[in-house]
């Protein structure tokens, strides 16, 4: 008796007219969802996706960032070694007040 593999079903993609329009030339984020749904995103031409160990190689490649991009980076990675390592730096001072910094 031979098994009988089981049917796989996709779900239906149904995009509007007027997405279709906005289709060439943009950049769409596509997801499936555990409850079956497809979920699409526009992606702004600065938004990018990847992960810790390539934003680390780029930082260390010398791959050009504005500098206040660089400055809200750092002051982000410092809040999170603060958080994360709180009992250590529990003496330490505030490096920004102001959390809109970030």
Same mark, same amino acid.
């Given at each position: 008796m031979?098994a &009988?593999? &089981?049917e796989? &079903?996709? /779900?239906?993609i149904r995009? !509007?007219?007027?997405t279709?329009r906005n289709? /060439?030339?943009s950049r769409?984020? +596509?997801?499936?969802?555990r409850?079956?749904?497809? $979920?699409i995103e /526009? @992606?702004?031409? !600065?938004?990018?996706m990847t992960?810790?160990? &390539? +934003? @680390?190689?780029? @930082?260390?490649?010398k791959v050009?960032?504005r /500098?206040? +991009?660089?400055?809200k980076?750092?002051t982000?990675a410092?809040?999170?070694?603060? $958080?994360? $390592?709180? !009992?250590?730096?529990r003496n330490?001072?505030p490096i920004?007040?102001n959390?809109?910094?970030v």
């Amino acid at each position: 008796m031979v098994a &009988k593999a &089981k049917e796989k &079903k996709y /779900p239906e993609i149904r995009i !509007d007219s007027e997405t279709m329009r906005n289709l /060439p030339g943009s950049r769409w984020l +596509v997801t499936f969802g555990r409850d079956g749904g497809v $979920y699409i995103e /526009p @992606l702004s031409d !600065d938004e990018f996706m990847t992960n810790e160990e &390539k +934003v @680390l190689q780029h @930082l260390n490649e010398k791959v050009e960032f504005r /500098p206040e +991009v660089l400055a809200k980076f750092m002051t982000a990675a410092i809040k999170n070694m603060a $958080y994360r $390592y709180g !009992d250590i730096n529990r003496n330490m001072k505030p490096i920004i007040d102001n959390d809109d910094a970030v």
